[in-house]
């Protein structure tokens, strides 16, 4: 198999299984999660205006009271890891070429300097994040295989449709291929992972604002 | 410099410093030396007469004479054909005047006489189905008469994406069972040059590489000359500084396209496709695909047919994804699947519950 | 019938619901809820991160809830949760945690951990892993009525006192009362002032008041052992009493727990919704001091600061009327940093006070309160539950810090006018 046939294979089956797997995957565990439901609140409830699941939905992007002090590799890394990565994937005219094949939306993208700028920050982000889960002592406790397996899991991808969109390591076509290879590998393991967090975080805001805002607390 | 040639140039009009020029170019084109242009010049204008120029055999097989009609649409028709008057063009279909059973018995007398020494060009593909009976010239199969001609050929130039690739007919569902001149011939030093066409240049210039030399240019791995090859559309293409802005034509006839922005949304396939059209460019440097607001179609590629549509962008699915709703409904009956056997499990524990007393805070002793 | 293994994993599994699946499935090991977690930014022990608290439930619900979770079970690449390691557990799920709830407050996935600390109180205390301490409170609440095992004849000594002292006369089982008051063993024993200024407050606001004989305890340690069933029975007493004596609003005294035992817990372990109100009794005079029922003269003279039990103000949603109340006796009012929602736990709730052998910890954790009050540097500390005071004592002096701790209801009792508000 050459290069091209490698590309197009990456480009033909091998999306196809992979995005069957991430559709089917997301449906599976989302069901999973939320089928076990959650008992209905008898206490009579407080009202507050700003208390709510929408607004913990919201208010949980920003950092909690008193704690970037604490902890502010974790809010700006992760901060400018989520908004770089979300740059990278949505606003990079290929990949909103892509993503209008699948759902038949698009929107204009970014001049492609930019979004080169967004990837640079963010594999550097990325790594910042890294040495922080090596050296922090609670990171480092906390932290099993799935954490460093999702970290390269997003990183990967991140690092080689860069290197790819720069021409550098490989020839492009073989690049090309493993970048999307790698992004297939991410789509797979995603619903299966801690990077499924990615669709849960906003049930769990709601359920803890509800809950919260029953009582008349704003979280 | 003198000779039979550049007194036929000479006559035609042209003189020995345009001569010089062209050889020069020829030269550059190919990255050599900057001498070599001088010694190619002389190797050509040292020409022997018609008996004793090098032997060459065109054999076209399953192909559409579009490689034919490309190498004859060149800068000059004057300085082509100088390079058919370097070699003794034994056997070329369309242009030799011979028909018929002459013709076949041309072939056969070239290969004989010059065995071991000829150069043999290949276009087209070789179909291998039903025995090879679907492209025969005079009742005998392409495949039969490549591995005859083969065996004496000093190398073998395998001109077009069919030739060097198997080409159009190769594309699925290659019902001919095309394959290419590689796939056959595994004994003789062999340059493909594909391209759907070849740009002209590029042939002429490894003839001429291997008149003054003797010895073909440097390839490859795909076996095309490094030189013509080497480099892909993209990062040759004028309309680059676009695709780095992402300057993008949504469609042939927008605002875009009218700007002359980067084709690489409407399927422009030239980061993966190796070819020197971009710098060469066609009909005397006049234009080329994407000058003319039409993306590559990466036809210097194996299977190019077979890479996605050519309107799709390299980011695009290669192939239409109509799973999306089969993936939806899969996930969906094992999520419900799930979901019933967790409540049962949830409620089957609810049912179960034994009230926790005071004395039940105390483990068995 | 005796605590097993099998019974708390039937437990867990009974409670896990929707939002932990949730939880669990979003959490990314930020390890931000240690940040916010004084049993770890005090000893610098990771082992405290609140998460972590809760890994043999994980494991539990993957193990029970998922696919995959099945499938590592069957594989070997997933153990059973054991006995033991609920065993090992147990300092984590009580010793060092309050339920003080921190941490779902900072939480960037949105986690509501002390919601699933909670549940897994339901499995520690069904499988016989919850601590000694806490047993013996509970089962003194279930057979004698208090934890400190207070009864109803001591109750009516210290009400006697009270008479005398405040010349006020305390009501027990008055049917058609307003109010019904509930009372924390803390304060019947320790802080008797308080039933004294209930009486000045109601004679001066005009209401009228109850205690309840069968009823008459607020502090429910079923809560703090986190056993639903045992809740339960010291909730009925307090719902039987309550719609027994037809009383309109009952009021929680100045404990942390017993305002979320009964207040949002409570309709959830009967069942039913309440047919009476609960409040707290700083809701009680947040509200009367807004229809202006409260005439209070003079403000006290030192430099003051207010203490948020956890349960009141974050986890209860009473944050401003204890500020109001503040500001109308005291002109010298400070407020600590990250004092209301974000202000720190005691380090004694939920519990925790009743473990012996957690003593340490909490005196090691208690160096974040010590940070809070060298930083406003009150001569008085203010605040509205019982057990937060004894706590806070007991750290204080650990500490050799001469800071006096009283009740925010006492102080406002002290400045009202003789004479009844219109």
């Known amino acids: 198999m050459n290069d091209l046939q490698l590309l197009t294979w990456v480009r033909g089956p091998c999306l196809n299984i992979s995005i069957v797997i991430f559709v089917a995957g997301i449906f599976w565990r989302l069901f999973e999660v939320y089928s076990l439901g959650r008992k209905k609140d008898l206490s009579t409830p407080r009202q507050l205006a700003g208390a709510s699941g929408w607004h913990t939905i919201m208010r949980r992007m920003l950092p909690a009271e008193g704690l970037l002090k604490k902890a502010p590799i974790t809010y700006i890394g992760g901060g400018i890891f989520h908004v770089g990565l979300a740059v990278v994937v949505f606003l990079f005219a290929p990949h909103i070429k892509l993503i209008q094949s699948l759902v038949a939306v698009s929107w204009p993208a970014l001049p492609s300097q930019f979004v080169d700028l967004a990837a640079i920050v963010t594999l550097a982000a990325m790594l910042v994040l890294l040495a922080d889960r090596i050296k922090n002592p609670i990171k480092r406790f906390l932290s099993t295989f799935e954490d460093w397996f999702t970290w390269g899991l997003t990183f990967m991808p991140l690092l080689t449709g860069w290197l790819a969109a720069r021409h550098l390591l490989l020839p492009y076509t073989t690049m090309l291929s493993l970048h999307i290879f790698l992004v297939e590998l991410l789509l797979v393991f995603l619903p299966f992972t801690k990077l499924f967090h990615s669709f849960t975080v906003f049930g769990s805001r709601w359920f803890n604002g509800t809950a919260n805002g029953h009582k008349g607390v704003a979280v | 410099m003198h000779g039979p040639l550049i007194e036929s140039l000479i006559r035609q009009g042209i003189s020995r410093r345009t001569f010089s020029k062209y050889c020069a170019t020829l030269a550059s084109m190919m990255a050599l030396p900057p001498l070599s242009g001088q010694a190619m010049a002389q190797a050509l204008a040292a020409t022997p007469a018609p008996a004793k120029r090098p032997s060459v055999i065109w054999l076209p097989f399953q192909e559409c004479t579009g490689c034919t009609e490309s190498i004859t649409r060149s800068h000059s028709p004057t300085l082509e054909q100088l390079i058919f008057n370097s070699v003794s063009l034994d056997y070329q279909e369309t242009l030799m005047a011979a028909a018929g059973h002459q013709a076949e018995e041309a072939l056969h007398a070239a290969i004989k006489v010059n065995e071991g020494k000829y150069l043999l060009i290949v276009d087209g593909s070789i179909p291998l189905g039903l025995d090879g009976a679907y492209s025969c010239i005079g009742g005998r199969s392409n495949l039969d008469t490549l591995k005859e001609v083969a065996k004496g050929a000093a190398a073998i130039i395998a001109m077009g994406s069919c030739a060097a690739y198997g080409g159009l007919p190769r594309a699925k569902p290659n019902p001919t069972g095309a394959v290419s001149v590689s796939d056959i011939i595994k004994d003789k030093p062999i340059v493909n040059i594909p391209g759907c066409p070849p740009i002209p240049v590029v042939m002429t210039g490894v003839l001429a590489h291997f008149l003054t030399f003797g010895t073909l240019p440097e390839l490859d791995k795909k076996g095309r000359p490094k030189s013509f090859y080497g480099e892909t559309i993209h990062d040759r293409c004028y309309r680059r500084p676009f695709y780095d802005q992402g300057k993008f034509a949504k469609t042939f006839d927008d605002e875009g396209a009218r700007n002359g922005w980067c084709l690489f949304e409407l399927g422009c396939k030239g980061p993966v496709t190796y070819n020197s059209c971009a710098t060469v460019k066609w009909n005397a440097g006049t234009s080329w695909p994407v000058e003319s607001g039409h993306g590559c179609l990466g036809c210097s590629e194996p299977d190019f047919w077979d890479a996605g549509g050519f309107y799709q962008a390299l980011s695009m699915p290669a192939r239409p994804i109509g799973t999306v709703a089969t993936a939806l409904g899969v996930g969906a009956t094992v999520g419900v699947g799930v979901s019933l056997m967790n409540r049962a499990k949830k409620s089957a524990a609810r049912s179960g519950h034994e009230t926790t007393s005071l004395a039940d805070l105390e483990k068995q002793k | ?422």
């Open chain 3, 1 to 422: 019938m005796s605590a097993t293994l099998e019974k708390g994993v039937r437990v867990l599994k009974e409670v896990i619901d929707a939002p932990i699946a949730s939880y669990f499935s979003s959490c990314v090991h930020c390890g931000l809820c240690a940040q916010a977690c004084l049993f770890y930014t005090e000893t610098g022990d990771p082992k405290y991160t609140p998460i972590h608290k809760l890994e043999p439930m994980r494991r539990l619900y993957e193990q029970e809830y998922t696919v995959m979770g099945r499938i590592k079970k069957l594989l070997g690449l997933s153990m059973p949760v054991t006995d033991a390691e609920l065993g090992q557990w147990q300092e984590l799920v009580y010793n060092s945690c309050t339920l003080c709830g921190r941490c779902s407050a900072v939480c960037p996935a949105g986690n509501d951990i002390v919601y699933m600390v909670r549940k897994m109180r339901e499995g520690m205390s069904a499988s016989g892993n919850a601590p000694a301490g806490i047993k013996d409170a509970a089962k003194r609440t279930v057979t004698i009525g208090s934890p400190m095992g207070v009864k109803l004849p001591a109750v009516k000594a210290q009400m006697k006192h009270v008479e005398k002292d405040f010349g006020i006369p305390i009501p027990m089982d008055v049917e058609g009362a307003e109010y019904m008051v509930l009372l924390s063993s803390m304060e019947i024993m320790n802080f008797p002032e308080y039933l004294g200024a209930i009486a000045k407050i109601m004679k001066h606001a005009g209401k009228t008041w109850t205690l309840c004989s069968t009823a008459f305890e607020a502090t429910n340690a079923g809560i703090q052992i986190g056993n639903s069933d045992i809740a339960k029975v010291i909730v009925s007493r307090i719902v039987e009493g309550a719609e027994r004596l037809k009383v309109k609003t009952v009021i929680s005294p100045e404990c942390g727990h017993a305002y979320t035992a009964l207040r949002w817990e409570g309709a959830n372990l009967i069942g039913r919704p309440f047919t009476f109100k609960v409040q707290h009794i700083i809701e009680v005079l947040g509200e009367f001091q807004e229809l202006s029922l409260l005439k209070t003269e003079g403000f006290e003279k030192d430099r003051l600061t207010f203490h948020d039990p956890c349960q009141l103000a974050r986890r209860g949603g009473v944050i401003q009327p204890q500020r109001n109340l503040m500001n109308m006796v005291s002109k010298d009012f400070v407020e600590m940093p990250d004092a209301g929602y974000m202000n720190w736990c005691c380090g004694g709730g939920g519990g925790a006070s009743a473990i012996e052998e957690g003593e340490e910890l909490r005196l090691q954790a208690f160096k974040v309160k010590k940070a809070q009050f060298e930083t406003v540097k009150p001569d008085r500390i203010v605040t509205a539950c019982a057990n937060c005071r004894i706590v806070l004592e007991e750290g204080l002096e650990h500490y050799q810090m001469d800071l006096p701790v009283v009740g925010l209801t006492e102080m406002v009792a002290d400045h009202l006018v003789e004479k009844g508000a219109q």
